[in-house]
């Protein structure tokens, strides 16, 4: 139910759709509707053709502006592209406190707590992005498409066990893309990081559930009831 959403784009190694997910009420997520990724700067000619033949009209950039650029200077006709930054890199005092667990979901509810409006922005871009597909992406898709995962899921009502299920997918879908690069894969050592705290990235997310009405947290962050409208339209389609 969780694997078939994994998207085989050449280029990207952590693409997955939000689509297929049941919901408390009973229903599921639309397929199409909203996607996740690594950076799609790496997708090849094909990656992109089959981005755009899989119907996605819409990129939300959650990146640094100083991480900001099209590694091959390709990006295909009819593609949006809506930069909506999440970190604040700017807030030197968070990160100097936070960048040492950068990398594991031992920061994400701090970092809701003191990033409402980034995160409401970000949500926000997805609403009221043109017709079409959706597709969000940082870097990896790890820790700021997963906080913004972590939103739109819980607010369509899928369940916590899921949301996690659905985190935890990233750790294998990154392995090969830190092999092309020639990079040390960071699972392991967030694990091992995790466990000198008694934790898990599952026991994180969920608490981190557990502790938040979402609906009532992106409102605060400033999205109106139209937008929380719209995203739960998007994702779930037309209600009844």
Known sequence: MIDDRHLDWDGCHNVR????????????????????SDTPDRLTPAGWSALHAYGVRTLVDLRNDSEVRAWNGYRPPGITVLHTPLDDDGDTEFWQRWRHVYGTPLYYRTFLDHKAERCAAAVGAIAQAPPGGVLFHCVAGRDRTGIVALLLLALAGVAPSDIASDYGLTAVRLRPLYAKLGQ??????????????????RQIILSTLAGI????????????????????????????
């Open 213 to 240: 009405d979402i609906e009532a947290y992106l409102l605060g962050g400033g999205l109106s009831k139209d937008d929380l409208d719209a995203v739960r339209a998007r994702l779930l389609g037309p209600s009844g």
């Open 17 to 36: 759709d939000l689509g297929g997910l049941g919901t408390a009420d009973g229903r599921e997520t639309r397929r199409g509707a909203v996607v996740r």
């Open 184 to 201: 040390e894969d960071e699972a392991p050592l967030i694990d091992r990081r995790l466990q000198r705290e008694n934790t898990s990235a």
